[in-house]
């Protein structure tokens, strides 16, 4: 009898650790996956609950590529989502509903045409002289660099605005707007419809899945455009997932915004995008290998 007892115990606590195994958190699904090999494409994850939405997209730079996600996240099912392939007035082409289950720290997107195993980028985030988190729990930190010596330093001048701002309509604000930096490094932030609502995506570099965030909340109140930009599996700080709430204004192809994480009570990142560059004007853009 008492063998018996310490065999069931024996046996339950297998089981249990087999179920505790094969369950894992939203955290180690958030954020941005990038197929392993083949055509590429990254898949961003914005888990929130157990509601799931975000993008996928394959040359990322190129707008047109760009599909919005929604879905489930359960810890032992893993994600349920539909993708939905749209025309550039933001009409629907197609539906695709998938899923996606970890297996051995890569990340399985199953459905539609077939299997796809993708993982996490093994650049992790660009480096900067400021501390970041980084997702999954088991990922390598994020080293910090230091910072450039030299130069004679000192603030910026003074922005100016250039114009009137501009009462904003979705008309005014969807598109390619080009961000900071320039070459391989260079930021795209991606807006398009979705029938009635924008979402997006901003990236730079665009071919690796850190350095990616989703585009979402999009409201317009007279010449103010608000958004969040979503840090789920990257970002400045010791906190994730999070928020960068964007305040922003238009006027003369320029969006000039402020762009603030939850705990910041002054400006945040103050600074200017240029465009609205046509969605299908980006069509073609591939990085070179």
């Given at each position: 009898m008492i063998s018996r007892t310490i065999a069931f115990i024996a046996g339950a606590c297998a089981a249990l650790s087999a179920t505790a195994a094969s369950a894992e958190s939203a955290d180690w699904y958030r954020g941005g996956w990038k197929t392993e090999t083949g055509n590429p494409r990254i898949y961003e994850f914005v888990t929130r609950d157990r509601a799931v939405t975000g993008y996928t997209c394959t040359q990322c730079a190129d707008g047109t590529t760009l599909a919005s996600l929604s879905g489930t996240f359960d810890e032992a099912g893993g994600i349920a989502f539909t993708v939905r392939h749209l025309n550039l007035d933001g009409s629907l082409v197609a539906a695709e509903n998938l899923t996606a289950k970890l297996?051995?720290?890569?990340?399985?997107?199953?459905?539609?045409?077939?299997?796809?195993?993708?993982?996490?980028?093994?650049?992790?985030?660009?480096?900067?002289?400021?501390?970041?988190?980084?997702?999954?729990?088991?990922?390598?930190?994020?080293?910090?660099?230091?910072?450039?010596?030299?130069?004679?330093?000192?603030?910026?001048?003074?922005?100016?605005?250039?114009?009137?701002?501009?009462?904003?309509?979705?008309?005014?604000?969807?598109?390619?707007?080009?961000?900071?930096?320039?070459?391989?490094?260079?930021?795209?932030?991606?807006?398009?419809?979705?029938?009635?609502?924008?979402?997006?995506?901003?990236?730079?570099?665009?071919?690796?899945?850190?350095?990616?965030?989703?585009?979402?909340?999009?409201?317009?109140?007279?010449?103010?455009?608000?958004?969040?930009?979503?840090?789920?599996?990257?970002g400045d700080g010791k906190v994730l997932p999070f928020n960068r709430h964007v305040k922003a204004n238009i006027a003369m192809n320029e969006l000039h915004m402020d762009a603030r994480r939850p705990d910041q009570s002054g400006p945040g990142i103050v600074a200017s995008l240029i465009g609205p560059i046509a969605i299908e004007a980006t069509r073609g853009n591939i990085y070179l290998p």
């Open positions: 297996s051995h720290g890569k990340l399985v997107v199953s459905g539609g045409q077939g299997e796809q195993v993708t993982i996490k980028d093994l650049r992790g985030p660009t480096p900067g002289a400021y501390f970041q988190s980084i997702l999954p729990p088991d990922a390598p930190p994020v080293p910090i660099l230091k910072p450039a010596g030299g130069g004679a330093g000192g603030p910026p001048p003074p922005y100016v605005q250039p114009a009137t701002w501009r009462q904003l309509t979705e008309a005014d604000v969807a598109g390619v707007w080009i961000g900071f930096g320039v070459g391989m490094e260079k930021q795209y932030f991606v807006i398009r419809r979705d029938g009635d609502r924008l979402f997006g995506l901003a990236c730079g570099r665009c071919d690796n899945p850190y350095t990616h965030g989703s585009l979402e909340n999009f409201r317009i109140t007279g010449d103010v455009l608000e958004f969040d930009i979503v840090h789920e599996d990257w």
